[in-house]
């Protein structure tokens, strides 16, 4: 009997820090996307080439740690993907910027749109 509560006791303990650990993992993911969220739109705003520059790579970083934060088993594929893919093409962008191609650098910004529609619809977020 001692050994079933034990056992039993041991399973909610695992039990309680799977789901510490699921609820602060999908709370990197919601902060990181705030964290985009806000350098895009500035990224948006911006009407000189050092600006984007400056802007799209506070964005790449705060992709990159988006990308390295986790999701549902659900989403993880999608996910993956997705981010992979924003990165990449965020890079397009900013080689553009560096080579101060300011329209040239904001048609490739208008893409990152894209995926994010993209991306948000295929993982249905609200
Ligand atoms: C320009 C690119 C993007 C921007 C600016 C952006 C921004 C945001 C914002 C503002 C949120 C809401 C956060 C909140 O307040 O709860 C969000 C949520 C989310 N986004 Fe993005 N996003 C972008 C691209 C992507 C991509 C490419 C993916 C997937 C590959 C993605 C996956 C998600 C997921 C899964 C959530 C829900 C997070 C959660 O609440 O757990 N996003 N995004």
């Known amino acids: ?65 988006a990308q390295a934060g986790k999701v549902s088993a659900k989403r993880s594929e999608g996910y993956a993907e997705g981010m992979k893919e924003l990165v990449a093409q965020t890079d397009v962008a900013i080689k553009f910027a560096d080579e101060g191609k300011f329209t040239e650098a904001k048609a490739e910004v208008e893409k990152l749109k894209d995926i994010m529609q993209e991306y948000h619809g295929k993982l249905n977020v609200k």
Do not use: H, Y
């Open 1 to 65: 009997m001692k050994k079933g509560i034990a056992l039993l006791s041991s399973l909610i303990f695992a039990g309680s820090l799977a789901a510490v650990a699921f609820t602060a993992s999908a709370a990197d993911v919601e902060d990181s996307m705030k964290a985009m969220g806000k350098s895009f739109r500035s990224v948006m705003k911006d009407q000189d080439v050092a600006s984007l520059k400056k802007d799209l790579t506070t964005f790449r970083a705060a992709a990159v740690e």
